[in-house]
């Protein structure tokens, strides 16, 4: 992206903030040259950070505010309480169209509670949901939701295909996604009335994806589909148990090389391999997942990442700025939802059958 834009930074978000927010913007400012930051937060904290980064400082500007939002603070609460915060400041900044979009660390279910209150869902969009991508033994695949939505009726799935369609074709490159709803069998009898009616609907739709129908578990990893859709309780439980697998894997590893002597002698010639497997499976490489179905871009780091995994969400809501998915997603509702106004598609759906 070679146009000058604006990001919006909640600079009091996650685990190590402001330390990894100021410098994860200093990786993204080498990689967009073009960038300029709007830090939140407390100046007395950021200012100093950023004096000691000159080309920094220099395309940044401190806005500051008094109060944080805590990552143990309910979502009502922070809505009350936190109209002052940097959480609230810096999405009111893409609202007011002082910013492109917003990356930030903290409290998840705070900032998408302020984020839908502050920007509004786009039209057609009953709830928004997360995104985030995931690595597969072909690629890379997109999954959502990721954790907003704990209970989806079937419309919510259906948007929530076309919402990820969308954005697999704005990060991944894709000309035609792949599109997969996660059940627990690929039989079009098995899983709950919403995946089913999900799936005649998506299937009796002329959207421009490729439809797989029901996926397993497996296929998440196995790279079957470009898009796994799901509800969001389900979908932050495969996001939690396969964060938690990799630490795992780490750590047998790490045990298994620390065992002998032989082993960490073997560990000589093995490292280039091992390291290049790490490197493929390094949670700061897919970090930030982007709130897609909101009026502005809103990214959503890990809490708990370094500079660098900081560093590649920003870059998720510059790719999102350049190719502008609002407008995509906005226009593929519109078509659904006409389509759906026909006489031949609700027939269609009644009967299980996809309309010539």
């Keep these: 992206m070679t146009a000058p834009f604006i990001l919006s930074l909640d600079a009091m978000g996650g685990d190590y903030a402001p330390e990894i927010v100021v410098k994860g913007a200093a990786i993204a400012r080498t990689r967009y040259p073009s960038a300029h930051f709007l830090f939140f937060g407390d100046e007395a904290k950021i200012k100093p950070l950023l004096i000691a980064d000159k080309a920094l400082s220099a395309c940044s500007t401190i806005r500051?505010?008094?109060?944080?939002?805590?990552?143990?603070?309910?979502?009502?609460?922070?809505?009350?309480?936190?109209?002052?915060?940097?959480?609230?400041?810096?999405?009111?900044?893409?609202?007011?169209?002082?910013?492109?979009?917003?990356?930030?660390?903290?409290?998840?279910?705070?900032?998408?509670?302020?984020?839908?209150?502050?920007?509004?869902?786009?039209?057609?969009?009953?709830?928004?949901?997360?995104?985030?991508?995931?690595?597969?033994?072909?690629?890379?695949?997109?999954?959502?939701?990721?954790?907003?939505?704990?209970?989806?009726?079937?419309?919510?799935?259906?948007?929530?295909?076309?919402?990820?369609?969308?954005?697999?074709?704005?990060?991944?490159?894709?000309?035609?996604?792949?599109?997969?709803?996660?059940?627990?069998?690929?039989?079009?009898?098995?899983?709950?009335?919403?995946?089913?009616?999900?799936?005649?609907?998506?299937?009796?739709?002329?959207?421009?994806?490729?439809?797989?129908?029901?996926?397993?578990?497996?296929?998440?990893?196995?790279?079957?589909?470009?898009?796994?859709?799901?509800?969001?309780?389900?979908?932050?439980?495969?996001?939690?148990?396969?964060?938690?697998?990799?630490?795992?894997?780490?750590?047998?590893?790490?045990?298994?090389?620390?065992?002998?002597?032989?082993?960490m002698f073997g560990m000589i010639f093995a490292k280039p391999v091992i390291s290049q497997v790490m490197a493929r499976t390094d949670a700061r490489r897919y970090n930030g997942a982007l709130f897609v179905g909101l009026n502005g871009v809103v990214v959503k780091s890990h809490g708990g990442t370094d500079a660098v995994g900081f560093a590649n969400a920003i870059g998720v809501a510059v790719d999102m700025i350049a190719r502008d998915l609002n407008a995509k997603i906005a226009a593929e509702l519109a078509r659904i939802a006409a389509e759906q106004a026909t006489p031949e598609f609700k027939e269609a759906v009644g009967a299980g059958v996809a309309p010539q």
């Design 64 to 263: 500051h505010t008094d109060h944080v939002i805590t990552n143990d603070a309910k979502p009502s609460q922070a809505i009350r309480q936190g109209r002052q915060s940097s959480m609230w400041k810096a999405i009111e900044a893409v609202k007011n169209g002082e910013a492109g979009g917003v990356v930030s660390a903290g409290n998840t279910g705070a900032l998408m509670a302020m984020a839908k209150l502050i920007m509004r869902p786009l039209p057609g969009i009953d709830r928004p949901a997360i995104c985030g991508l995931f690595p597969t033994r072909i690629g890379e695949t997109c999954m959502l939701d990721l954790g907003a939505n704990a209970v989806c009726d079937a419309r919510n799935l259906v948007e929530f295909a076309i919402m990820g369609e969308c954005f697999a074709r704005a990060i991944l490159g894709l000309e035609r996604p792949s599109v997969g709803l996660l059940n627990i069998g690929s039989e079009d009898v098995k899983g709950t009335d919403s995946l089913r009616e999900a799936s005649q609907i998506l299937r009796s739709s002329h959207l421009d994806m490729e439809f797989k129908g029901f996926i397993e578990g497996d296929d998440i990893t196995a790279g079957t589909v470009d898009v796994v859709v799901t509800d969001g309780f389900t979908g932050n439980v495969a996001l939690k148990t396969a964060e938690g697998t990799a630490k795992l894997f780490s750590f047998l590893l790490k045990s298994a090389i620390k065992s002998s002597w032989l082993a």
